[in-house]
């Protein structure tokens, strides 16, 4: 079975332009999540997905930032414009559907590094 | 004070000894906690969820929970250099806000010595 993909791995992008991340969840997970770390800090939760709608966007930083599922499959992160503190590690996660609250696990993608110059 | 803390280390310990990392939580509802690995540049990878008070054994993994004190550890027994990695200890909130998201402590990084 596949795991969760991210592209791209890397992007380097200057201060001001527009940056498109993409996830590919593990095929048949209902929830998908964005998170991301930033320089020197912990993991920080962006926003979750169930199917197609958003859950919980509490953690978006700001109105930059619009994220997008489509047909309930893949996802993507778009960050417009780009600031130099949006640098950082961008994860994806997935997890199956609920059938019981406490045995969610989510699986977590290679990420992708944003450097915004 | 941050939600989730964690000593960032390193943690230096012999290949064979007891690795004891140690995490402590601050909302006091939390309910679901759990232990992620993460070697350099790739992805965090589950190896323990704990959901209730005491000793959760897996393997040569042992999460502990200790809810009155906000408290979680994971022990690593006969560490071996390919346990030398981050720990992030992460940890989720009471079911019923409908929260599903993870909150991450900055992850102890942990160095077995051959």
């Known amino acids: 079975e596949a795991g969760v993909t991210q592209f791209p791995s890397h992007s380097v992008i200057e201060k001001g332009q527009t940056v498109t991340l993409r996830c590919d969840p593990i095929s048949g997970h209902d929830n998908l999540y964005w998170y991301r770390r930033v320089m020197g800090k912990e993991i920080k939760f962006l926003l979750h997905?169930?199917?197609?709608?958003?859950?919980?966007e509490s953690g978006m930083p700001n109105n930059r930032f619009l994220a997008e599922r489509t047909g309930g499959t893949y996802s993507t992160l778009k960050v417009q414009p780009a600031e130099l503190e949006d640098s950082g590690v961008y994860f994806c996660a997935s997890s199956q559907p609920f059938t019981g609250r406490k045995q969610e696990t989510q699986y977590f993608g290679p990420g992708t590094r944003l450097l915004v110059l | 004070q941050k939600e989730v803390e964690q000593n960032s280390g390193p943690l230096s310990v012999p290949e064979g000894a007891i690795a004891s990392l140690n995490c402590t939580y601050s909302d006091r509802v939390s309910q679901s906690f759990f232990w992620y690995r993460q070697y350099s540049g790739k992805s965090p990878e589950l190896i323990m969820s704990?959901?209730?008070?005491g000793d959760k054994e897996d393997g040569r993994f042992t999460a502990q929970l200790n809810k009155a004190s906000q408290y979680v550890s994971l022990l690593i027994r006969d560490s071996q250099p390919s346990d030398s990695a981050t720990y992030l200890c992460a940890v989720r909130g009471a079911d019923d806000t409908g929260r599903r998201a993870l909150t991450f402590g900055s992850g102890t990084r942990l160095q077995v010595q051959p």
């Open positions: 704990i959901y209730s008070n």
């Open positions: 997905f169930v199917k197609e709608s958003k859950q919980d």
